[in-house]
């Protein structure tokens, strides 16, 4: 099993342009996450997806939509990036959301908005 | 709000050692989680050990424990034996619902 694979892994980004990033998990998890880690500071929730067929912000939503496409699969859209997008993105997944269930993270992808 | 945080912004331990990571957390919730996770350079989050708030003995994984006080909302983690390996940032995390929140970590070296 690979887990939680993210494509890609390093991408340099123009401001105003726009990208998704690829999440998928291959536990069969109902749950997926996006995180943003920047310099200094731990992981902030951008959006999540409690199952299949739903979405929800997190802490950081702003400039970013999220399409769950599957149960497989979870991706973030930058429509117009910014400089401040410049951070490490982690997708996650659970087995289920809430308190207990461990959150398995992906290997993160490195953005830098030029 | 939740808050979560981590006063020590390095540590600096000898091999075969032990050290003791400090988080405190804010919350009005009675039922919620609380994490340690490692992150090398590779990037990687790994969790390393998880605590329950109902639960008052504290959880202990290999080398790794936790100390939590839940009236004074402290959760540290103390590694034992420290070895190369354990040289990361490491991240406090608390969860009530969905979003783990996190601390801003602490950046452990371990010296032979």
């Known amino acids: 099993n690979a887990g939680v694979t993210q494509t890609p892994k390093f991408q340099v980004l123009k401001t105003g342009q726009s990208m998704t990033l690829q999440c998928a998990q291959d536990?069969?998890?109902?749950?997926m996450y996006w995180y943003r880690q920047d310099p200094g500071m731990g992981l902030r929730l951008i959006y999540y997806?409690?199952?299949?067929?739903?979405?929800d912000k997190g802490e950081v939503p702003n400039g970013y939509n999220v399409s769950r496409l599957n149960k497989r699969e979870f991706s973030l859209r930058l429509e117009s990036a910014a400089p401040s997008q410049t951070s490490v993105y982690f997708c996650?997944?659970?087995?289920?959301?809430?308190?207990?269930?461990?959150?398995?993270f992906g290997p993160g992808t490195r953005l830098t908005v030029l | 709000a939740q808050t979560v945080t981590q006063s020590q912004p390095e540590m600096s331990v000898q091999e075969a050692e032990t050290v003791t990571l400090s988080c405190t957390y804010d919350?009005?919730?009675?039922?919620?989680?609380l994490f340690w996770y490692k992150q090398p350079p590779s990037r990687q989050m790994i969790l390393v050990i998880r605590?329950?708030?109902?639960?008052?003995q504290n959880a202990t994984e290999n080398r790794f424990s936790v100390n939590f006080q839940k009236a004074a909302k402290s959760f540290s983690l103390k590694i034992s034996d420290s070895q190369l390996g354990d040289a990361a940032m490491y991240f406090c995390?608390?969860?009530?619902?969905?979003?783990?929140?996190f601390g801003k970590g602490t950046s452990l070296l371990v010296t032979p």
């Open positions: 996650a997944s659970s087995e289920l959301g809430g308190n207990y269930n461990e959150q398995f």
């Open positions: 536990m069969n998890h109902n749950s």
């Open positions: 997806s409690a199952s299949e067929g739903t979405t």
């Open positions: 919350t009005s919730e009675s039922d919620y989680y």
């Open positions: 605590q329950e708030a109902y639960k008052q």
């Open positions: 995390a608390y969860i009530s619902g969905y979003a783990l929140n």
